[in-house]
């Protein structure tokens, strides 16, 4: 979500002073009123390795989008878009239904999909009718874990730490000013469809609409997001890839070692 502009309190966005010191890419890349894709972010990867080998640099990817980090790590093969059957299947409030028509034209692809993830039931059901194949057949897909010449660190704290370190993030985002960073963007461009499903965006968006007190809205931010972090944890943990650095203080003294190692390496 740290392609959007303006939605920097949010996202944890790296501030003007980290990014005058250190070169940072893909960020800030559209409007919040714009959707974005995977796709999209491949191509903006793409671009930046480009730019930062011609410099003779190293890049580091940092983030817990499992699917953005995995289609960059082991290239994926990205099928296309149909956005005007995305917008028909959109129509179909049953989300059950879509991923029982799913299931009849990709069962493999539909096993590995909860069917109330609505999202990605019918993104498959788009590639899979506009496409005239399964959305399961395009690349090995993620459970696959083939040979990559990148090297993945892992974070791992104890979960009551992390549950704590949450909570404690989002009031300070909401202290930062949260709310009327959402308010802003609501007011002028907006949101799309995909930035509006943001962790913290879409609830204070509750909130503002009147569904939700504001304390109603921080509690859900801090549920989602600990439900979110649970997911990425599941996810990462099935990279047999991963080399994990159990944090037990300082995250930041305990994991550079780690990463300065690897950079070393590289550059021997």
Same mark, same amino acid.
């Given at each position: 979500?740290?392609?959007?502009?303006?939605?920097?309190?949010? @996202?944890?966005?790296?501030?003007?002073?980290?990014?005058?010191?250190?070169?940072?890419?893909?960020?800030?890349?559209?409007?919040?009123?714009?959707?974005? @894709?995977?796709?999209?972010?491949?191509?903006?990867?793409?671009?930046?390795?480009? =730019?930062?080998?011609? @410099?003779?640099?190293?890049?580091?990817?940092?983030?817990?989008?499992?699917?953005?980090?995995?289609?960059?790590?082991?290239?994926?093969?990205?099928?296309?878009?149909?956005?005007?059957?995305?917008?028909?299947?959109?129509?179909?409030?049953?989300?059950?239904?879509?991923?029982?028509?799913?299931?009849?034209?990709?069962?493999?692809?539909?096993?590995?999909? =909860?069917?109330?993830?609505?999202?990605?039931?019918?993104?498959?059901?788009?590639?899979?009718?506009?496409?005239?194949?399964?959305?399961?057949?395009?690349?090995?897909?993620?459970?696959?874990?083939?040979?990559?010449?990148?090297?993945?660190?892992?974070?791992?704290?104890?979960?009551?730490?992390?549950?704590?370190?949450?909570?404690?993030?989002?009031?300070?985002?909401?202290?930062?000013?949260?709310? &009327?960073?959402?308010?802003?963007?609501?007011?002028?461009?907006?949101?799309?469809?995909?930035?509006?499903?943001?962790?913290?965006?879409?609830?204070?968006?509750?909130?503002?609409?009147?569904?939700?007190?504001? &304390?109603?809205?921080?509690? @859900?931010?801090?549920?989602?997001?600990?439900?979110?972090?649970?997911?990425?944890?599941?996810?990462?943990?099935?990279?047999?890839?991963?080399?994990?650095?159990?944090?037990?203080?300082?995250?930041?003294? =305990?994991?550079?070692?780690?990463?300065?190692?690897?950079?070393?390496?590289?550059?021997?």
């Amino acid at each position: 979500m740290q392609v959007y502009r303006r939605m920097d309190i949010g @996202t944890a966005k790296p501030s003007a002073a980290e990014r005058a010191e250190v070169p940072h890419h893909c960020l800030d890349l559209v409007d919040p009123d714009r959707d974005f @894709t995977v796709a999209q972010f491949k191509a903006a990867h793409t671009s930046a390795m480009e =730019e930062i080998g011609r @410099t003779g640099g190293l890049a580091v990817l940092v983030g817990g989008t499992g699917l953005y980090h995995r289609v960059v790590v082991d290239d994926f093969d990205l099928p296309g878009e149909w956005p005007e059957l995305r917008a028909e299947l959109e129509t179909v409030d049953d989300t059950g239904e879509l991923h029982r028509r799913l299931l009849a034209l990709d069962p493999v692809g539909a096993a590995k999909i =909860e069917p109330n993830n609505r999202r990605r039931v019918v993104r498959a059901l788009e590639v899979s009718i506009g496409s005239g194949r399964p959305f399961s057949s395009f690349g090995p897909g993620v459970n696959a874990y083939p040979v990559s010449a990148v090297v993945q660190i892992g974070i791992r704290r104890p979960r009551p730490v992390l549950t704590e370190c949450i909570g404690q993030r989002v009031h300070r985002m909401i202290e930062a000013g949260l709310v &009327d960073e959402v308010r802003a963007i609501a007011d002028s461009p907006g949101f799309s469809r995909t930035s509006a499903q943001a962790l913290g965006y879409r609830e204070i968006l509750e909130h503002l609409d009147g569904s939700t007190s504001q &304390d109603e809205a921080i509690a @859900t931010i801090i549920t989602r997001t600990r439900q979110f972090a649970v997911r990425q944890d599941r996810w990462f943990r099935r990279d047999p890839r991963v080399r994990w650095v159990d944090v037990e203080h300082d995250p930041v003294a =305990e994991v550079v070692p780690a990463v300065l190692d690897t950079l070393h390496q590289l550059t021997r």
